[in-house]
Nanobody, 126 residues
Framework: QLVESGGGLVQPGGSLRLSCKVSGFPLNYYSIGWFREAPGKGREGISC????????YYADSVKGRFTISSDNGENMVYLEMNSLKPEDTGVYFC?????????????????????WGQGIQVTVSS
């Protein structure tokens, strides 16, 4: 299973750090991705990190503001979110991919990911 923590209410320009604890399924997963779902919108892939070599991916909407990292020894993945904007509001999910396809890695595609956390609310508002 995957369990997210660290969400909450923050003012615009503020910061939050989300955590994702990974357990209970084959731990030789390929990557962990972060997704978010804003009210009335679909699930958007925003960042991803590969387990073996730490390659990171970011959507343009968060590049330069968010940083993904991992602690493989603790089976934890983190998403440091800075300079938060109201449009960052939504439910944030972490997800695991166990079978990557060949070619360009589709880190933004929810269908690529096999295991999901329950999600955690992030609200950016004054």
């Amino acid at each position: 299973q995957l369990v997210e923590s660290g969400g909450g209410l923050v003012q615009p320009g503020g910061s939050l750090r989300l955590s994702c604890k990974v357990s209970g399924f084959p731990l030789n997963y390929y990557s962990i991705g972060w997704f978010r779902e804003a009210p009335g919108k679909g699930r958007e892939g925003i960042s991803c990190i590969t387990r073996s070599d730490g390659i990171t991916y970011y959507a343009d909407s968060v590049k330069g503001r968010f940083t993904i990292s991992s602690d493989n020894g603790e089976n934890m993945v983190y998403l440091e979110m800075n300079s938060l904007k109201p449009e960052d509001t939504g439910v944030y999910f972490c997800a695991a991919d166990t079978l990557p396809p060949p070619g360009v890695y589709p880190f933004r595609d929810p269908n690529q990911f096999d295991y999901w956390g329950q999600g955690i609310q992030v609200t950016v508002s004054s």
